[in-house]
């Protein structure tokens, strides 16, 4: 696997490993791989801080790889399963420039000028959520987007589609439709990616709506931790789960009251189903039975 970042037109600086890279900068060397993919030149930088980048007697552009920057640490670009990592360094420059990567404190809307601006936006880390508040005042959470999920609210007819609020702490990047669209038609691997991605939302929104329509409150929240364990690290292997969200938040997204998600979940440890650790983790002690009851069987049935 060969490593890439994009410096200008046609151009990337090219490396097979990131120690390689690492101690290529520390001789001030960069290796650079014209788009054909043949090895070109060595190049020093003219200055230990790299504001310039030259190529024989031609300066390069340094603005490129300083966009590409503010993508470096970001988990869309680093786990190869969401969307940025399946992008070409060109790709990621061009994305890159028409984003605006932004942290939500908790219980914060994201910023409406935002979403006008770009109504599409990618969760870095934590949990969002599609919130509606009914005129008497009460509130319901109709989804959660979780990290790696990409949340397209471009408007149909004007429709109000809910307001975005941040259920964690949470860092989200707000994507250019005209550039996001592209990159979907374009690159067969983002295309994969977003429909995949896509199509997760559209079963967890199915299920969602079972849960609410017609299971009881244990089977709601026993369905809520394997909806949890599915969307964090780790996946179906963990038996530790993060609740993510705090009671009230739980409990409007799984129609409940507060005080009900914090008597179930007793229940629930009570019956030997699950331990809580704190607040806000729970460890799951009787998997088998934990998963027939947010399948709906009746709770007595998969105690005994």
Same mark, same amino acid.
């Given at each position: 696997?060969?490593?890439?970042?994009?410096?200008?037109?046609?151009?990337?600086?090219?490396?097979?490993?990131?120690?390689?890279?690492?101690?290529?900068? #520390?001789? !001030? %060397? &960069?290796?650079?791989?014209?788009?054909? @993919?043949? =090895?070109?030149?060595?190049?020093?930088?003219?200055? *230990? /801080?790299?504001?310039?980048?030259?190529?024989?007697?031609?300066?390069?552009?340094?603005?490129?790889?300083?966009?590409?920057?503010?993508?470096?640490?970001?988990?869309?670009?680093? #786990?190869? !399963? %969401? &969307?940025?990592?399946?992008?070409?360094? @060109?790709? =990621?420059?061009?994305?890159?420039?028409?984003?605006? *990567? /932004?942290?939500?404190?908790?219980?914060?809307?994201?910023?409406?000028?935002?979403?006008?601006?770009?109504?599409?936006?990618?969760?870095?880390?934590?949990?969002?959520?599609?919130?509606?508040?009914?005129?008497?005042?009460?509130?319901?959470?109709?989804?959660?987007?979780?990290?790696?999920?990409?949340?397209?609210?471009?408007?149909?007819?004007?429709?109000?589609?809910?307001?975005?609020?941040?259920?964690?702490?949470?860092?989200?990047?707000?994507?250019?439709?005209?550039?996001?669209?592209?990159?979907?038609?374009?690159?067969?691997?983002?295309?994969?990616?977003?429909?995949?991605?896509?199509?997760?939302?559209?079963?967890?929104?199915?299920?969602?709506?079972?849960?609410?329509?017609?299971?009881?409150?244990?089977?709601?929240?026993?369905?809520?931790?394997?909806?949890?364990?599915?969307?964090?690290?780790?996946?179906?292997?963990?038996?530790?789960?993060?609740?993510?969200?705090?009671?009230?938040?739980?409990?409007?997204?799984?129609?409940?009251?507060?005080?009900?998600?914090?008597?179930?979940?007793?229940?629930?440890?009570?019956?030997?189903?699950?331990?809580?650790?704190?607040?806000?983790?729970?460890?799951?002690?009787?998997?088998?039975?934990?998963?027939?009851?947010?399948?709906?069987?009746?709770?007595?049935?998969?105690?005994?």
């Amino acid at each position: 696997m060969r490593f890439h970042a994009y410096i200008g037109p046609g151009l990337w600086l090219s490396y097979d490993n990131f120690a390689s890279w690492q101690a290529s900068l #520390d001789r !001030k %060397l &960069i290796f650079i791989n014209v788009k054909c @993919g043949i =090895l070109a030149f060595i190049v020093f930088l003219t200055d *230990p /801080t790299g504001p310039t980048i030259h190529k024989g007697s031609t300066l390069m552009d340094k603005a490129a790889l300083a966009i590409a920057d503010k993508c470096r640490n970001c988990a869309l670009r680093i #786990d190869d !399963k %969401l &969307i940025c990592a399946q992008m070409s360094p @060109g790709e =990621l420059v061009e994305l890159s420039a028409h984003s605006m *990567p /932004t942290n939500v404190d908790r219980k914060q809307p994201v910023a409406a000028r935002l979403l006008d601006r770009n109504p599409i936006i990618a969760i870095v880390e934590g949990v969002i959520g599609l919130q509606h508040v009914l005129k008497d005042g009460r509130r319901s959470i109709a989804a959660l987007y979780w990290r790696g999920d990409i949340v397209d609210l471009r408007r149909q007819g004007g429709r109000d589609t809910g307001t975005l609020v941040a259920l964690t702490p949470a860092r989200i990047c707000s994507l250019s439709v005209d550039t996001y669209d592209k990159l979907v038609r374009e690159n067969p691997d983002v295309q994969a990616v977003t429909w995949e991605n896509m199509r997760e939302q559209i079963h967890f929104a199915a299920d969602h709506s079972v849960d609410l329509g017609k299971k009881s409150a244990s089977e709601r929240l026993a369905a809520y931790i394997f909806e949890c364990r599915r969307r964090q690290m780790g996946g179906d292997v963990c038996e530790t789960v993060d609740l993510a969200l705090r009671r009230s938040d739980i409990a409007d997204y799984m129609g409940l009251q507060p005080e009900t998600v914090s008597r179930g979940l007793k229940e629930l440890e009570r019956h030997g189903f699950i331990s809580l650790k704190g607040r806000s983790r729970v460890i799951i002690r009787n998997e088998p039975a934990l998963r027939q009851l947010a399948n709906g069987a009746p709770e007595r049935a998969t105690s005994a």
